[in-house]
T-cell receptor
Framework: DSGVTQTPKHLITATGQRVTLRCSPRSGDLSVYWYQQSLDQGLQFLIQ???????AKGNILERFSAQQFPDLHSELNLSSLELGDSALYFC??????????????FGPGTRLTVL | QQQVKQSPQSLIVQKGGISIINCAYE??????FPWYQQFPGKGPALLIA?????SEKKEGRFTISFNKSAKQFSLHIMDSQPGDSATYFCAASMLVSNFGNEKLTFGTGTRLTIIP
């Protein structure tokens, strides 16, 4: 158990809908990362937050957005869903600021199925 | 320049044998190279990691070999066991002073199967 929790575990929805995925980082970790894992694209970085502020952006679609709250949990919002958005979404957290050890700990993921 | 290329895509090794997975990168600014292990239905978990100031790092049966000039690194699993059957991802990241690591760029994964 990595200490990172994600909810829900599974999500089934229809095209055009909007969903919110939630992540709670490990206690003490300030940085949260979101990744998308699909069969054809592998693990792709979406976005990173550090202590409430956006730190880095990757291959995140404009239909997707994220935020990190004062209690450090993070939410990934996916809107106008398309069939191709079906994937596993992982959240990871790291301590930051304790160089050189910045291991990212991954949560169990949320499996999103868009029908 | 942000790519990390991983091979092979799948690998079958007999129990007790050596499993070898290779990765190559292009961006010379990468300076942190972790390997992640992922079991079905689980998130990736850090297995072992190396920084480019050393050419090899060993932890138990797992060894990373790093060749900075060739921009390649590999994972060796000695005495492979059925419990090692999983998907392995190499990754690379850049260290940003005072802010820790940036995002991980992952390889495409290797599905390893250890047969009895």
């Amino acid at each position: 158990d990595s200490g990172v929790t994600q909810t829900p575990k599974h999500l089934i929805t229809a095209t055009g809908q909007r969903v919110t995925l939630r992540c709670s980082p490990r206690s003490g970790d300030l940085s949260v990362y979101w990744y998308q894992q699909s069969l054809d694209q592998g693990l792709q970085f979406l976005i990173q937050y550090y202590n409430g502020e956006e730190r880095a952006k990757g291959n995140i679609l404009e239909r997707f957005s994220a935020q990190q709250f004062p209690d450090l949990h993070s939410e990934l919002n996916l809107s106008s869903l398309e069939l191709g958005d079906s994937a596993l979404y992982f959240c990871a957290s790291s301590v930051e600021g304790t160089l050189p050890n910045n291991e990212q700990f991954f949560g169990p993921g949320t499996r999103l199925t868009v029908l | 320049q942000q790519q990390v290329k991983q091979s092979p895509q799948s690998l079958i090794v007999q129990k007790g044998g050596i499993s070898i997975i290779n990765c190559a990168y292009e961006n010379t600014a990468f300076d942190y190279f972790p390997w992640y292990q992922q079991f079905p239905g689980k998130g990736p978990a850090l297995l072992i990691a190396i920084r480019p100031d050393v050419s090899e790092k060993k932890e138990g049966r797992f060894t990373i070999s790093f060749n900075k000039s060739a921009k390649q690194f590999s994972l060796h699993i000695m005495d492979s066991q059925p419990g090692d059957s999983a998907t392995y991802f190499c990754a690379a990241s850049m260290l940003v002073s005072n802010f820790g690591n940036e995002k991980l760029t992952f390889g495409t994964g290797t599905r390893l199967t250890i047969i009895p």
